[in-house]
């Protein structure tokens, strides 16, 4: 298993700007999420999903969409980027949130962020 | 905000010292969560903890929850260099189903 897989690892955007983070998994899992990391902090929930057409948002969900059309993949889209978006995106996944001890996050390699 | 709130930020030790770091949080969880994150890398999981439970071991480490004072603990025993990172309580609250990380504290073995 490949696990958690994104792309690109490394971006840089002008403002104003659209891209797609891509994130895969090939663990069949249902629960797929976006985070991103700033500098000295923790991370922040962008968007999740718990399961093929449904995603919700997090805790910082403006400027982001999601989709989720397939179990294995859950892009990130970036309609217009701001120099406020600079930064690491993770991607997670896990089996579930509901059944124990199925919730263990796996998470990607992260995409660096950089918008000028 | 419902991000649990770690303690210390950094922690700097000799190796084969124990390090403790400390975790509180607001509201009724289902479980917390330790994770690990080596510089520029993804964060790799390292224990779970249900709120019906005080205590859980995994190898060196040794995760202890207290629900009436909100607050969980992660030691390590006996440093190792490789230890070297930054560590991140996560909670899931309860009624969530998203999970919610504190701000980490980097952890620092001298040799």
């Known amino acids: 298993n490949a696990g958690v897989t994104q792309t690109p690892k490394f971006q840089v955007l002008k403002t104003g700007q659209s891209m797609t983070l891509q994130c895969a998994q090939d663990?069949?899992?249902?629960?797929m999420s976006w985070y991103r990391q700033d500098p000295g902090m923790g991370l922040r929930l962008i968007h999740y999903?718990?399961?093929?057409?449904?995603?919700d948002q997090g805790e910082v969900p403006n400027g982001y969409n999601v989709s989720r059309s397939t179990t294995e993949d859950f892009p990130l889209r970036l309609l217009s980027a701001a120099p406020s978006q600079t930064s690491v995106y993770f991607c997670a996944s896990s089996y579930s949130f509901e059944t124990s001890p199925q919730e263990t996050q796996y998470f990607g390699p992260g995409t660096r962020l950089l918008v000028l | 905000s419902q991000q649990g709130e770690e303690d210390p930020q950094a922690l700097s030790i000799q190796e084969g010292e124990n390090a403790t770091m400390n975790c509180s949080y607001k509201?009724?969880?289902?479980?917390l969560q330790w994770y690990r994150q080596n510089s520029g890398r993804g964060l790799v999981h390292l224990i779970l903890?249900?709120?019906?439970?005080r205590e859980k071991h995994s190898g060196r480490l040794r995760v202890t929850l207290d629900t009436s004072k909100k607050s969980s603990s992660l030691l390590i025993t006996a440093s190792r260099a490789a230890d070297t990172a930054s560590y991140f309580c996560?909670?899931?609250?309860?009624?969530?189903?998203?999970?919610?990380f504190g701000q980490g504290t980097r952890l620092t073995i001298n040799p």
């Open positions: 996560a909670t899931v609250f309860q009624g969530a189903q998203k999970l919610v």
């Open positions: 999903s718990v399961g093929a057409g449904i995603t």
């Open positions: 509201t009724s969880i289902n479980n």
């Open positions: 663990m069949n899992h249902e629960y």
């Open positions: 903890i249900r709120s019906n439970e």
